[in-house]
């Protein structure tokens, strides 16, 4: 406890020192101040997977047909209403009257032709096409009028036009987008200092907020810092869990542990021998003790998982149960296989929780006699040797797309499972609009890769945000990667 | 590596030997009891001595496995189990520490080891022939010196990828022309005396000069090089760990320990402080001996010390 008190009053003297005038902008309580990790590569969220985009622009500067709250509801956003044929084909969605861009133009029904057209069409940069593959056509009979017409029914459309890369963008800013973001939503982008901050300011003279920065911290020491000198107002999402240890006593700041959209899994390539052997995989999933990896990489936060599938989702089943951890099963497994004595390659990205879990994944895998050689590799190794390159035999990674279970049933994903069940199972949701019947066909999807222990699932990642008290509205949950700032006010 | 030892005693070379000019037949005892005599170099023995026994010991005990991974054991304070606690994956902080300690030692030895055997042969050919291969020689060296030990390492790691025996790779061809360049001074110097000419006179080639007189001359400038090259390649490994590039996980690294630990400064300070504390140590007491042996190896900047 001195420790903490040691360095409260170390952070309180930098507070003194350094940080008066941002202090005196936090008083007048309409401005915010965000730390993030990761700086965006560029400011497009329709030509980029990179999370860290749409945690600036997402429902602050760029607007979709519907969006995703803090529950993962779709909500209407640029569309008011809407309406489905009785075949689930045809999609016709009312605009919002009298929307405007940042730079003047208006938006009207042919700029959600254009941006969807953009992002579905064969030059497209999209990093989330498969989103549209089911639409056939987009129309706007008039104005404020928006038709889809989709090839097959696609049950969750709506929910796939709320996510950042379907936001609508106008011909006029659409290829200027990424270092001059320009949208419809209710803060407009200013500034972008590289490497240092992300300033937005409100279109609304009236709103709770006027001026929100995004300031750019990498080092979860750093931000811990910053935060406690005033620097910032809040981290919607905390680098190192420890960090968080030192805001829970500490009345000044608010901890909310939330949910992410992140299955973090121990990723296997299903197609290299012997780990195409089901019941080798089988014996991974023996091998790991979940609460070990919580405990031991995220100081407890975050929930296990016996499946892709997020908890706090209405369909989750809970599958922790069907390998549960017995190394001395996984032996028998592994010897029964004739995989005695395997030698795995581990490869981890950069974030804590693959850092540290692969070590604790690694030791235990050798307790049942597999060596797993960890190699650390950064992100854009790990995209090029893991994701695009096939060359892995473990790595461990988050998935954080919401919802994306989906993965299972696409051709050549990189950790090469291919079931027909599975594929026929997504097909038949994808045709499915009924929500009791969608919710039975997720539960089977999980059933089966969890069976199939097709990765080793290890847990859902947790959100750990920490706030300034009387900083109200920003979410607990992140059910997209977002960071949306337009509900957020003082108090 | 006493000269008086080697062959029957050339009258040149006795002649050389009593103008005092040939450093290795010097009167050394008497020197090795007055540097005996300082606390600086007591002090560096003792730390490098012990350092040396740490790590023979971590090669067949250590009170835990060094990777075994108890996480309900996690962030313990030091204990009568745990002497000096445990880390984050419950891991005994001793026992990582002990086989970090010879994680240090195989990347100095061998690190000093690469400098040394291609330094001096370098800079011994650089000596002796003069002319431009001495040119060319040191003026390559000079470019790779340009570089810091850590900027040098941080660009081999880079090009040839990360992990524990790269960094000693890394740290070895940055030792390389600093050896290269002791080497060459001192060896030049010895060249300018009559007794290494007088042996060309007498038909012994360049090599058998540079190996029977040459050689032998500079090797206690080599040897107080080697103890600060050591020291340095200790450092320069912690660090390529720290930041990712030297020793892998889950192998323990002092370096890798203080990196493991950033983060966890506010909640358990031990677990940096354990790790720099030894790295300290060991850097210290490295350069406290090399300091003693210098005092004892080099009579001039003994003298002027004395002064």
């Known amino acids: 406890m001195n420790k903490l008190i040691l360095g409260a009053a170390a952070a309180a003297v930098i507070a003194l020192a350094q940080a008066v005038p941002d202090t005196a902008l936090a008083q007048s309580k309409n401005s915010l101040t965000l730390g993030v990790t990761l700086e965006p590569p560029h400011l497009d969220p329709t030509a980029g997977a990179a999370a860290a985009i749409d945690e600036i622009v997402y429902a602050n500067v760029f607007e979709g047909l519907t969006r995703i709250d803090q529950n993962g509801a779709v909500q209407p956003q640029l569309a008011t209403e809407w309406s489905v044929s009785a075949d689930g084909l045809v999609y016709t969605f009312k605009l919002r009257p009298n929307v405007r861009f940042h730079d003047g133009t208006a938006l009207d029904a042919s700029d959600v032709v254009f941006s969807l057209d953009r992002a579905r069409g064969p030059d497209s940069v999209n990093a989330q096409k498969p989103l549209f593959a089911a639409i056939d056509k987009v129309e706007a009979p008039d104005p404020r009028t928006v038709r889809i017409t989709l090839s097959r029914p696609e049950g969750s459309l709506l929910f796939n036009l709320g996510w950042g890369d379907a936001v609508i963008v106008g011909p006029e800013s659409a290829d200027t987008n990424k270092s001059k973001p320009v949208g419809s939503g209710p803060f407009k982008f200013d500034r972008w200092v590289k490497g240092d901050r992300i300033e937005l300011s409100a279109l609304d003279s009236g709103a709770a907020l006027q001026k929100v920065t995004f300031r750019i911290i990498p080092d979860p020491s750093a931000q811990v810092a910053a935060l406690k000198a005033g620097d910032i107002d809040a981290i919607p999402n905390l680098n190192a869990p420890e960090a968080v240890l030192a805001f829970q006593a500490d009345a000044n700041f608010v901890v909310a542990i939330g949910s992410t959209e992140g299955e973090t899994i121990l990723s296997t390539n299903n197609s290299k021998p012997p780990l195409n052997d089901v019941r080798v995989r089988r014996a991974i999933a023996h091998a790991i003790d979940r609460k070990a990896i919580i405990d031991g990489a995220m100081f407890g936060f975050g929930t296990p998982i016996g499946s892709h599938f997020a908890p706090h989702h209405p369909a989750y089943v809970d599958l922790t149960a069907t390998y549960p951890y017995d190394p001395a099963k996984a032996r028998a497994l592994l010897k029964e296989a004739g995989a005695e004595n395997l030698k795995l390659t581990l490869k981890l990205p950069p974030p804590i929780y693959a850092r540290r879990g692969g070590e604790i994944v690694a030791a235990q895998l050798k307790d049942v006699g597999i060596d797993a050689e960890i190699i650390p590799v950064e992100w854009a190794q790990w995209l090029e040797q893991v994701f695009r390159g096939n060359d892995f035999d473990l790595t461990i990674v988050s998935h954080t797309e919401p919802q994306d279970i989906g993965i299972y049933a696409r051709d050549k994903f990189y950790f090469n499972y291919d079931s027909p069940r599975m594929k026929a199972t997504m097909k038949t949701l994808n045709e499915t609009s009924d929500p009791a019947k969608r919710a039975q066909l997720l539960g089977t999807a999980q059933r089966i890769i969890a069976e199939d222990a097709v990765n080793g699932y290890l847990f859902q990642l947790a959100k750990l945000g920490v706030w300034r008290k009387g900083v109200k509205g920003l979410w607990r949950n992140s059910p997209v990667q977002a960071n949306d700032v337009t509900g957020v006010r003082w108090e | ?307």
Do not use: C
Request: glycine share 10%.
């Open chain 2, 1 to 307: 590596m006493d000269l008086s030892t080697r062959g029957p005693g050339h009258p040149y070379e006795i002649a050389a030997m009593s103008i005092g000019a040939d450093e290795t037949t010097a009167a050394r005892p008497g020197r090795w009891v007055t540097v005996w005599r300082q606390p600086n170099f007591l002090l560096g023995a003792i730390l490098t001595a012990l350092l040396v026994v740490i790590a023979a010991v971590s090669l067949v005990w250590t009170p835990y496995a060094v990777d075994a991974i108890a996480v309900v054991d996690r962030l313990q304070s030091p204990s009568a189990a745990h002497w000096l606690g445990t880390d984050l994956f419950g891991r005994d902080v001793l026992s990582r520490l002990m086989v970090g300690a010879r994680n240090s030692i195989v990347v100095g030895v061998v690190a000093v080891g690469i400098g040394l055997v291609f330094g001096v042969f370098l800079g011994a050919v650089a000596a002796a022939r003069g002319g431009w291969i001495d040119e060319i020689i040191m003026r390559g060296s000079d470019v790779v010196f340009a570089f810091p030990a850590i900027i040098s390492a941080l660009l081999i790691t880079a090009l040839i990828g990360p992990g524990a025996v790269n960094a000693i790779i890394a740290i070895g061809i940055f030792n390389v022309p600093v050896f290269a360049r002791v080497t060459r001074g001192a060896a030049r110097q010895v060249w300018a005396f009559e007794y290494t000419r007088a042996g060309l006179a007498i038909g012994k080639g360049p090599f058998a000069v540079t190996r029977d007189h040459v050689l032998p001359n500079v090797a206690s400038v080599l040897i107080v090089q080697a103890t600060i090259a050591f020291a340095i390649a200790i450092l320069a490994e912690a660090t390529l760990a720290y930041l990712g590039l030297g020793t892998q996980p889950p192998a323990p690294s002092w370096g890798r320990m203080l990196f493991e630990a950033q983060t966890l400064m506010t909640i358990e300070p031990r677990l940096a402080i354990f790790p720099g504390v030894a790295i300290v140590l060991a850097v210290l007491g490295l350069n406290l001996l090399g300091d003693g042996l210098r005092d004892a190896l080099d009579p001039r900047l003994r003298d002027w010390r004395a002064e």
